[in-house]
């Protein structure tokens, strides 16, 4: 067994991307643990437990000066990096009881594509759109940005186009196909998404991916780009195209709510809301989709803020490409890739996959 000190979490890395392992975790009082598909387990390999002065080495070691003023100052703090040709990372260095801890997200290099991944072929649809915004949605860990990277990559391949990405911190590395890519990552290439957000509509671009939706401001400079002849991409932590509505409208002040639901009605072109559920052999896990396709009808009810009917617009949607969460579990357990205890453990609404089930 080698000393705490002599851990390298480039290694580390390397064995959990051999195993197909998510993420990488580290911290004092702990031997490296790793992410598989979904289930929590000890990195292979006779690892010691890390102690306080080993946690500190090897994360700080990660970090550039301008990197660790920053780290000491705010105590977290998210980096990416590359390991080998096989690789790249994106970690999040924090501090917990004192000592020092990583968690690290693999990330491929290669691209897969759409249906590489198993994605509805809805997606394939968005790189046919020339303006509006687009959002994905779903907890941390739920592939967004692996599901964006592949619709990304296909508007590359097909398209002759200015993407630029703006990201914090940058994950997937497109490089230009068809298309021209400016990737731009917030602490080092910008200070933050609002000055990025502002700038970039005077970089001449056709097709903007803003990270995560993290403020007003950055939304609504989103939204505008979305409104004036621009393709929007972005991210937020909801569970569902429901309550991403919600969750949107609910950030701006009351008075501005019938205005935002018109503006929506008019931009807005999909919600795309996503988990990752185990493989019922074991063998990795499969993306189910809750898909809202701004149809005509969608987006009147947008406009008049009746959310709670967007569900059944997407129940009976599949024409227009859409669909439930609890219609995409359905069609993994006809098809044997999940249980439907596992299933059961996704539902969008419990009691109507558990009638879905027994029909």
Known sequence: MIAAA?????????????????????????VPMMRQHSVMRPVPGEWPVIDADAAKKIICGLCNERQLRKFEDTMEMDIAFAVKDLCRVRANLHMQKGTHGIVCRII??????????????????????????????????????????????????????HIVTIEDPLEFVHR???????????????????????????EAPDVILVGEM??????????????????????????SAYETMDRVINMFPPHEKDHLCMR???????????????????NGRVCAMEILVCTPTVSKKIEDGLFSDLYELMNEGDFWGMQTMNQSLLKFVRAGLITEEVAMKYAGIGSELKQMLRR
Request: glycine residues 8%.
């Open 6 to 30: 002599d851990v390298s979490i480039h290694e580390l890395i390397e064995i959990g991307f051999h195993e197909r392992a998510s993420d990488i975790f580290l911290k004092a009082g702990s």
């Open 108 to 161: 491929p290099l290669t691209i897969l594509s759409i249906d590489d991944l198993g994605l509805h072929p809805t997606l394939k649809k968005f790189s046919d759109e020339r303006l509006g915004l687009i959002l994905f949605t779903g907890p941390t860990g739920s592939g967004k940005t692996t599901s964006l990277a592949a619709v990304l990559d296909r508007i590359n391949i097909d398209r002759s186009c």
């Open 176 to 202: 230009d196909k068809k298309s021209y890519v400016t990737q731009r990552e917030v602490g080092i290439d910008t200070e933050d998404f609002l000055p990025a957000m502002r700038a970039v509509l005077r």
């Open 214 to 239: 993290r403020d007003t401001t950055t939304f609504t400079t989103a939204l505008q780009a979305g409104e004036t002849g621009h393709l929007v991409f972005s991210t937020v932590h909801t569970a």
């Open 264 to 282: 929506l009605a008019n931009s807005l072109r999909a919600i795309v809301s996503q988990k990752l559920v185990p493989r019922a052999d074991g």
